[in-house]
């Protein structure tokens, strides 16, 4: 589509760039606007916030050279491509829910006050971080004849990302806005905390089952376990159900056993 949105001589801003900026500073203004709610200080919950980015984007990264790490790493192109990308997001998450630990510690703010403050937040930003990977032209789909599928055709798309041109795709990368979109208007309207981790829980569990769907449609190469049974992603979006299921379970018997 657009991977640059400006370019003047040598210099380009980048589409993807750009959405991430954007994404970054609308989800932590919803992140401090909860965390009054929450019983946290709002300045205390954006500094939480950016090393929750960092993490974030560390893991991103580094799932990425697990699943796709010879392609990236054979080449200096490849390695450029891989700076350039900005990573697997079950990698991101599973890094910034491990950074919490440690961060929140020193805070001392409680773990699951704060990733259920944070879950629409992290919904929202994700679905404009999409729009930067439909742009991009990154994480695209798969070949196919409906009225809605798209055509990229900018060279510098393939050439910095790989999509394929001139070819109808699966928009894959509005599919997963547009749920994330609905998951954070969702977890907003019906949020109803009635043990510790809940709206987590909802966004954890709802995000692993869009992706798991996603990931069918999906047509750029991420990896695959199984014996290609599924993707690499799939099997994660497997764990974050259950993960959700259990975080459920937990929590509501050690508040049951706490009443009791």
Sequence with gaps: MHPELVRVGSFALPS??????????????LLRRRAPAFGVAPDAAADVAIWLLLSGLAGAKLLLLVVEGPRYLSSWDGFVEFLRSGGVFYGGLIGAVLALALVLRKRHISFWTFVDMAAPAAALGHAIGRIGCFLAGCCWGSSCAAPWAVTFTDPVAERLVGVPLNVPLHPTQLYESAGNLLIAGLLLKFEKRRYPGQTFAWYLGSYALLRGTIEFFRGDPRGSVLDGALSTSQLIAVGGVVAAFAIGWWNRKKRADASA
């Design 16 to 29: 993807y760039g750009v959405a991430l900026v954007a994404a970054f500073v609308v989800a932590i203004g």
